[in-house]
């Protein structure tokens, strides 16, 4: 089965620190980029940050240097978020695009929910 299995959701308080991973499975050929979108309470989807082969990463104006994205290999991504804030509280989606020529699509994951509270 292609999917893409994401961990390191939790609850952590104001000013701590999470690193969310995804892994996709071995089916999984030819991906490009892989990255995380979030979706906050009453708000619509948004890009947190991604990395595309051979490209530097890419992240959100709302990161601001306390997130970093990062690859240890073709089918895995990481993200570390440091200095939280409440309004970070989303659930996490991780996604590729993978694929050749008339196969390449977007994939996701199934979301990992990120609570920032005290």
């Known amino acids: 089965q292609i999917q893409l299995v994401e961990s390191g959701g939790g609850l952590v308080q104001p000013g701590g620190a999470l690193r969310l991973s995804c892994a996709a499975s071995?089916?999984?050929?030819?991906?490009?980029?892989m990255g995380w979108y979030r979706q906050r309470p009453g708000n619509q989807g948004e890009l947190v940050a991604d990395?595309?082969?051979?490209?530097?990463p890419n992240y959100a104006d709302f990161v601001n240097g306390r997130f970093t994205i990062s690859r240890d290999n073709a089918k895995t991504v990481d993200l570390q978020m440091n200095n939280l804030k409440p309004e970070a509280t989303a659930v996490y989606y991780c996604y590729s695009i993978a694929g050749f020529l008339t196969t390449k699509r977007t994939f996701w994951g199934q979301g990992t929910q990120v609570t920032v509270s005290s």
């Open positions: 990395v595309t082969n051979g490209r530097s």
């Open positions: 071995e089916g999984m050929r030819g991906i490009q980029t």
